[in-house]
């Protein structure tokens, strides 16, 4: 059964604090997408990337935020340094150039005290 | 251009129908409806890409209007199992791998 995986699952940090998120796309996936869902903004794109090449990150905050793909299994979210804010479920997705359909991880929820 | 979403929230009593809107202002490529329940992540539960098109599994289904500028999820004769936040993802650009905008979402919350 394939399904994109995502590490951590739950993340607790202090103000300051660097934070990564992994997720592994299903095999054979080339497209990746990072959402952040919050109750007031709901499901936002912050970057997606085709073959392992950036496509989009006009969503996320530059100056903290960054995404990067170092091979075909692993997509990588940094905040540094987090903030309050950035409070959130961070979901990745993945899904295959023929089609536009996504199918998203478990998510990591992100508390930053 | 974020597809608009209607109604924002529903509550039914477990057998009756619904009906989920999502418009766009201009021609869609698809349309995509996922399925999120409360802590988890949206699941995908269909596509539709041909103008006139209608689709579905077991008691869910869906429409993409001659248009395509409006697509409709119907619930029939809805479980509790079926409550949870409905969104439709939209593409306007041809082919695949391209981004989805998605809808504000659907509450819906089915009572016994």
């Known amino acids: 059964d394939a399904r994109v995986t995502q590490t951590p699952r739950h993340k607790v940090t202090e103000m300051g604090q660097e934070v990564t998120m992994r997720c592994q796309p299903i095999l054979g996936h080339n497209t990746v997408f990072w959402y952040r869902q919050t109750m007031m903004q709901g499901l936002e794109l912050l970057a997606y990337f085709r073959n392992r090449a950036p496509l989009d990150d006009s969503g996320m905050p530059k100056d903290r935020f960054s995404a990067e793909m170092p091979d075909a299994t692993l997509a990588t979210l940094k905040i540094q340094p987090s903030e309050p804010r950035d409070s959130a479920v961070y979901f990745c997705?993945?899904?295959?150039?023929?089609?536009?359909?996504?199918?998203f991880g478990p998510g990591t929820r992100l508390t930053v005290l | 251009q974020q597809p608009v979403q209607s109604p924002q929230a529903v509550i039914l009593r477990e057998g009756e129908d619904a009906v989920i809107n999502c418009s766009s202002s201009?021609?869609?490529?698809?349309v995509h409806w996922y399925r999120q329940k409360h802590g988890e992540a949206p699941i995908f539960l269909m596509i539709l890409l041909k103008g006139g098109e209608q689709k579905g599994h077991d008691k869910i289904s869906a429409s993409f209007n001659e248009k395509k500028q409006q697509s409709s999820l119907y619930l029939t004769a809805s479980q509790l199992s079926y409550s949870g936040t409905y969104f439709c993802g939209t593409s306007w650009v041809t082919g695949g791998g391209n981004k989805l905008t998605f809808g504000t979402g659907t509450q819906l919350k089915v009572e016994l």
């Open positions: 997705a993945s899904g295959w150039a023929g089609t536009d359909t996504q199918y």
């Open positions: 201009k021609a869609l490529y698809s």
